[in-house]
């Protein structure tokens, strides 16, 4: 995406004024050149066809205005005219970002492919703010501006001016309605406080998405934002809309498996292990080879072995309780299986389109024999948590998001027990030496949790909480030396899916054991007014921390078919 920045002679004189270069004047580029990829339909051709408009992602830049103060950590937004567009091509909106990291984004410019019906000019402009009033630090006053459509289109974007006079009305242009899908707020971008308001004629603004995402959903993002007052719970304007990829052919510009392979070895994390655990991840295959066991309800004193990739397993269904998984019955067995096997350990690729098939999820499942026991802090002291945490049975991913239009890595997902969150490419750790691509994840002692930095998560809060320890050590999982494309639905018959994919049930046993003897245990250690605090943290934990049921495979999770969870 090459993110370029052009300032007028005037803005480069205020920037060289101030004492400390903002983040935002750093450019950021991926540590080394985005590779040639493998040649296919559609992929990394620059353009995408969405049947009657074409976009191409424009990642160039000229600063309109922009503010230093508000927004994340204090430091202000800048706002972006997206420039040089490519002949044909019109811009739908400007871009925007925080201060508090380099530039790194883009904005959609759309071709019309019909007669001149799917894009037309805006009628008017409407002033939705002003910064005259505003007294923080800026550069020169800012005007935002909504387009105002004509009957039959929507606006994609809000376009910024550093005078109080309106944009020319061929400056951007609208998008008939049936070609546009509803949007919503993403992420916040700035505001004049330090947090989003909640005033009812407060002011704030946000990035967009659609509001409708997964492998079936037709919504485009554009890289525009919305700018409204009103507090945190404003609706989006009704006239502001995100792109719709109506090409009958939608899957043209998705990698096919030549590409996919490309583009993983080039972006392949690093997974760094904490330096004290014990329970490692292995291949599915290597688990199953060494003794693990297929129960079935009412049957549970004949368990089966399991056939070299699942080919015995139960397929399709429902988690209905009838199947689980569980260690091998012979205790030398079991101890050694539970640790698992680093140099079988494989990554399993998911792979499918985002974002109406203008990006490309290739989502990361590592598979772990066992789940090891939480540990907790409770305010000077670190204690173990027994057998709370422990579980058989442990699946977590990264996604990578790579961009259809050049191929480039532009955010990664790391998946954090129920949840998890995207990082941007600019604020992530590369490593691998030299001009490695390849970025870093930090996988949590015992329950392996994945953290784009290293150091202590706590989950909870007032100082009581679930540890969550990472740090970088020897024991590495360089997920290139191991990995199988298991899915692609887009894909057809190019990919035959493992009989394990497809196992829909428990990959653990339900552990019954008691909590409250448990937590009476660790009680014992805590000074008198630590034990009230302790206990009524504990009572709030999800069940997935006590480890009460067998976890499902990744086919059974909802971003298998939808976005992940934020």
Sequence with gaps: MGNCLTLSPSQTRDVSKKS????????????????????????????????????????RFNKVWSTHEGGPDNLGATFFEPSPIPEGFHILGYYSQPNNKPLFGWALAAKDNTNGSALTQPTDYALVWSSESLKIKQDGNGYLWLPTAPDGYKAAGFVVTDSPEKPPLDKVRCVRSDLTEPC????????????????????????LRPTNRGTQALGV????FVARTGGTSAPIPSTLACLKNVNPNKYSSMPNLTQIDAVFRAYSPLVYLHPDEKYLPSSVNWYFANGALLYKKGEESQPVGIEPNGSNLPQGGANDGSFWLDLPVDKNAKERVKKGDLSSAQVYLHAKPMLGSTFTDLAMWIFYPFNGPARAKVEFLNI???????????WEHLTLRVSNFTGELWILYFSEHSKGKWVEASELEFGGGGSSDKPVAYASLNGHALYEKPG????????????????????VMDTAKGFAVVAGEYLGSAITEPPWVNYLRKWGPKIDYDTAEEVKKIEKVLPGKLKSAFEKFVNGLPDEIFGEDGPTGPKVKASWSGDEAI
Aim: a negative charge; charged letters at 20%; proline letters at 7%.
């Design 20 to 59: 400390k270069a903002l983040p935002i004047e750093t450019i950021f580029k991926l540590p080394s050149p985005i590779p040639s990829w493998p040649q296919g339909e559609g992929f990394a051709k620059g353009t995408i066809d969405l049947g009657d408009i074409e976009v191409s992602q424009i990642s």
């Design 184 to 207: 919503e707020v993403e992420s916040w971008l700035w505001g004049p406080g330090q947090a989003p308001s909640t005033n009812a004629d407060g002011f704030d603004v946000y990035s």
């Design 221 to 224: 993002r554009v890289g525009t």
């Design 384 to 394: 173990s948590l027994g057998k709370i945490g422990e579980h058989i049975g442990d």
């Design 456 to 475: 202590l998560v706590l989950q909870g809060s007032g100082g009581i909480g679930i540890r969550n320890d990472t740090a970088k050590s020897k024991i």
